[in-house]
């Protein structure tokens, strides 16, 4: 069931934005409406389980006029009992609220100790840099992000509308890049059980010096790149290469730290290897 209500999350710069950049700011706004609502449905208790992938949003209509993504949710019938009672529109609303917390709290505008009902990781910080990517690379843009509900048949009625300038969201990204390098943060993995595929491990040599190249991994529910692999547990490493069926053919389902520099994703370190999974037939 798609929701009637919308959010809209308009970049309002004059230069193009990057494919990539784009990708993963509304992939990393996915992530925090997710963990929102997540929040929401356990009365207000911020854990560490991991997320439900049920809780989702949608694009559902993308304009052109400096880039306008419409957003909206869509519920299964398995998510829990409060996400089907509450109203979307209430929901989008409640987030904004969020949405706007955040930004004070990364400028500093929002002290730590009114912020206590929610427990920011490292994933948090690393999806606040990547959602507001697109107008921080800009000298001059806005982010906006508005909500409207239909109202009868044929009317909408605008319930949220927010706007930041550059040097807010870049005082903003900043600020979660700090976070990120002061490394103030739980022994603990920043994303479980997600899929990663390898497409080279450290068996050929450079050319330059004839040191071994590192391991490289690609998760594309993090970054759509390849990245270089550090494994804490050298038996998760030998298991991985021990495998009689090429490696890379192969999946695997880990957890894992993501290493940033300036809080873009240079690094995993794999903290746990938990299943493999055979390539998929064509």
């Not at 490394?183 to 603990?188: L, P, S």
Request: charged content about 30%.
């Amino acid at each position: 069931m798609i929701s009637d209500a919308r959010m809209s999350l308009q970049f309002d710069v004059e230069e193009p934005i990057e494919l990539v950049d784009l990708t993963l700011s509304l992939g990393s706004f996915g992530n925090q409406y997710q963990r929102f609502v997540e929040w929401k449905t356990r009365n207000g208790k911020n854990t560490d389980d991991d997320l439900n992938d049920k809780i989702k949003l949608y694009v559902t209509k993308i304009e052109s006029n400096c880039i306008i993504t419409e957003l909206a949710a869509y519920a299964q019938t398995t998510l829990p009992v409060l996400h089907h009672a509450i109203e979307y529109g209430k929901i989008y609303k409640e987030f904004s609220t969020y949405f706007r917390s955040a930004i004070n709290y990364f400028t500093g505008e929002l002290t730590p100790q009114k912020w206590e009902w929610w427990k920011f990781q490292k994933r948090d910080c690393i999806d606040w840099t990547q959602v507001l990517a697109p107008v921080t690379k800009r000298k001059r843009g806005r982010l906006n992000l508005s909500v409207v509900e239909h109202v009868g048949k044929d009317s909408t009625k605008r319930i949220v509308d927010l706007s930041f300038d550059t040097p807010e969201l870049v005082a903003a990204q900043q600020g979660a890049i700090k976070q990120i390098e002061e490394g103030q943060f739980k022994e603990m993995a920043d994303y479980k059980m997600v899929l990663m595929h390898m497409p080279q491990m450290h068996q050929r040599k450079t050319k330059k010096d004839g040191k071994t190249s590192p391991d490289l991994g690609i998760i594309e529910s993090i970054f759509p790149k390849e990245l270089p692999v550090f494994w804490l547990s050298d038996m998760d490493a030998q298991r991985v290469k021990g495998q009689t069926e090429s490696p890379f053919k192969l999946n695997y389902v880990v957890d894992v730290n993501v290493q940033t520099v300036a809080g873009a994703p240079r690094a995993y370190r794999i903290l746990k290897l938990r299943d493999i999974l055979p390539e998929l037939e064509q």
